[in-house]
């Protein structure tokens, strides 16, 4: 039975990964760091729909590596992302992941305002000393939430990754921050989650230098 | 710009996500609670493959709400899955969560005999007492390692969530635990994660009487 496994060293496994994204894309390519976002994506979903649906707003790679050179930090509307971002790379930068979703405050003051928790969380955001970026893996009313903080002028984003997923106000939350004067990386349509959001902030760090 | 936002309330985003799903599914249907993986599946993703993909051995979710109310717990090879599932929920049924793949002598262990942290997680999980239910959301190495624990007499698991995701012996991984005598819920094919290992946890948690 075992004979089908093919045997790679742990060490292989993602360079061969790669390989095969890189060979199933027949011959595709973008600048770089944006082909290993896309590459992240797809590796991290088995879904190639990424290489079509990831918009990117003008240099937003490079301003994002630099505002996490000056020790940004990372606030992410879902405790899945916060696991799945490299904690220990963007410490090298001053930087820390934030993610307020399980706090006992936030879900009392949701209950009040009768909004979500993710709305009140990019609240607790917004008053974070520092540049910030928001990662969002989970709710368009977070999204819609930094739009609003943005119009306000109450937040200037060091970058969105807007990265909802599923069926209600995920694909207009994702058309309003990209009409918004801020730089975005975006899965345009329903497609999203914790994961992709993740993996989007881990390729930026795994393509600086340490 | 805010106005083609459609104002729904918290508790009615979900509800009107799954509304949505079974409307593009286009009257196709599943038994409880095979039709609530399916749809959380779908819902986590915003990808209709897991309709086609998801392979459920015979009476596996009845098994598995059997092994939960037993006190039964669940091992994840990654932390974001860990993140995921509903620990709460679990608990109210006497089982924890554990994830394994952080600890230090697992790095140790995992470079001394060549092998994947996942693997020797594995190991650890096969150690615990009581009912084991194994959520695999990124490691086909985890999936191997416990058909081998199962070949040799060592585990009997309640069930294998079997969903990792990827390039490199995940297909093949898959059908390897497809072939053996587990209660097993599986998405054929390259497609899964850790979002995936987990939401198909927490339909079995959510669709259990509390």
């Not at 290489?51 to 606030?75: H, M, P, T, W, Y």
């Amino acid at each position: 039975m075992l004979d089908r496994i093919k045997i790679v060293k742990p060490a292989e496994i993602e360079k061969n990964s790669m390989a095969t994204i890189e060979k199933e894309l027949n011959g595709r390519t973008w600048p770089e760091p944006q082909f290993s976002v896309i590459k992240r994506c797809i590796h991290t979903s088995a879904d190639f729909d990424y290489a079509d649906n990831l918009c990117f707003s003008e240099d937003v790679c490079k301003k994002a590596q630099e505002a996490i050179k000056r020790g940004a930090s990372i606030v992410t509307d879902t405790n899945m992302a916060a696991a799945g971002i490299n904690k220990k790379r963007l410490a090298q930068y001053g930087g820390k992941v934030y993610c307020f979703m399980a706090d006992e405050d936030v879900a009392k003051e949701a209950k009040e305002k009768g909004c979500t928790r993710a709305a009140i969380c990019m609240e607790r955001g917004a008053a974070l000393p520092g540049e910030v970026i928001f990662a969002i893996g989970n709710a368009p009313t977070a999204l819609i939430r930094l739009y609003e903080l943005m119009e306000e002028g109450k937040i200037s984003p060091a970058l969105i990754v807007g990265a909802p997923v599923g069926f209600v106000n995920v694909v207009e939350s994702k058309e309003l921050i990209m009409e918004a004067d801020v730089p975005y990386i975006v899965p345009k349509g329903r497609k999203g989650g914790s994961n992709i959001a993740a993996t989007i902030c881990n390729a930026l760090l795994y393509t600086m230098p340490e």
